[in-house]
């Protein structure tokens, strides 16, 4: 059996018992390991204080307590270290911090799962202090429950930071009506904070405060506050960007040189931050404002040149709220990319920086970025994405491109490695951009490179070759399954034994399926909607007896999908948003495939 993240050093001893020993259970670790011992012992063992956290199962009523190793240092990156000890005695676990005790736990667990009683010794520590995982509620609110399970699946694989983009998701008090029905109430947002603390995973939340606002300013009553008013006029009737003439659309950013769009967008930050007040930092977003200086006022304002400047008060302001709250602000890099060496000077840089890049052959300006802004005094991290790093290409709308999100991945570790920053964060975006775009790769198509990311920030020099063997074996409990390797037909043989053969995460396994199926379906609909013209045309009987053959079998294949993949998502997710997610997938084709065919 494989773990995830793989230990260190591990030793396994010899044994003729099979059991370890209990009886007398001890920790000082928390309430969630107090629950979990109780399961072992009732009896509580004595323990001499010497400053560690601890948990122990015993035969025997009084404790000495091994001695760390020398490899679990106090700096703060081996904090989170621990030492595991199973023997006929009992289990001893320890650790300068009360999260190494749960890895410990977690791991102890993970080697009974599966009935190898383990008897012998771990060491383990991590590289990197910074392990984020992200989410954002654009499309889809995951049912209170699965936000909660997501939480323990983090907690698992020692993800220690959480960055929740809640979008029009959170019970917005001052500004009711931008929060969407859907939407967690105050309790809920305590209730997932509390959770995740007691995992030791601290929830960062991210309020967007200049652009991706389009929850906002998708609103009638919140239009005036808009950046961009019209659509700019071009020499041609079409702009060369994939997704319209400016880089989004006109409700993304709120206008820079207006006091009320302030005034609303400082009060959403205001609630953000008292809802959090165990934070220790606060994301700001402020990614992507590619159409900032739009409008006369600003113009006049900051100059035609004068987006840097815009843009450096704009953050400046917004982390100056955060650091009064005695939190650190964090923001995405894209928007400084461009910056000048005395532009970025102008910033303070008590900031956060988090370098978001999408692939492995981002590596060198992965390197220039984090070096340039290390050297300019900020605090950098990395973000890799899990999926949606594809963008909008049409094959890799139903599942991420694994092989993709995997370099990714490595590129940050080796990032980590070389340039010292200290983790990075995986990504997980519902969509391509904003609340307004359809929906990408459904959520549970993640955990493979998730799983990977959280790897190889735990041990910096871990490898993706042969990790989907490692994933399946630890996430499915299936062995020898390799599978996101050879041809389509292939993989969906690997992912159905999983199906079969899987003693956990039977949903996701199931996920997975039906989204490689609705994968192949999407190729299908595409190469056959191509040729669907011919059906109008002067052709043979013969020629278009194939087409509608292949049309069929299409949509044979799509109402085969459609409960399916709705069942799916309806299972965590609202009715609605099964829906919306269904009709995403399968409405335009249908609709084509009727047209032509009837
Ligand atoms: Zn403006």
Redesign the pocket.
Known sequence: MYFIPQPKFIKEQEHTSSNTASGYIATNAGALLEGELKRFGSSAACVEDCGLYYAILSSEKSITLPELPAELDDSAVRKDGFYLNAGENGLQIVSRHPRGVLYGWQLWKQLAADETNFFGTVIDYSDTAFRAFHMDMRYGFPKFERMLSIIDELSAYRYNKFILEYENRFPYQKHTDITDPLHFTPEQVGEIQAYAAQRFIEIIPLQQTIGHLEYMLKLPQYYHLR?MRNFPETDKPYGFNSVGFKHYNDIDE?????EDAYAVVESMLDEMIIAHPDSSYVHLGCDEAWN????????E?FGVNGANRLYAGHINRMAGKVLAAGKTPIVWDDMLRHFTDSELEQLDKRIVIMIWLYYESNYKLAKQLTQRLCNAGFTVIGAAASKCGEGPEPQYLDMPWYELRMGNVNMWGRVCAEDGIDGFCMTVWSNYSGTIAPPHPFFDTIWYPVLFAAEKMWNLDAVSDGFDERFASSFFGVEGAALFHGSTATRFKCIERVCRECKRHSYEAEVIRAMELTSIYRLKALAIGRELYKLNMDVTQAEKNIIRNRAHEVNAMREELKPLVRGIVAKYYSESDADVFVRSRFDADEALMQKYLS
């Not at 709120?254 to 207006?258: D, E, F, G, K």
């Not at 900032?292 to 113009?299: A, G, Q, W, Y």
């Open positions: 950046e709120i206008c820079a040189s207006n900032l200086l739009s409008c006369k006022k600003c113009i304002k």
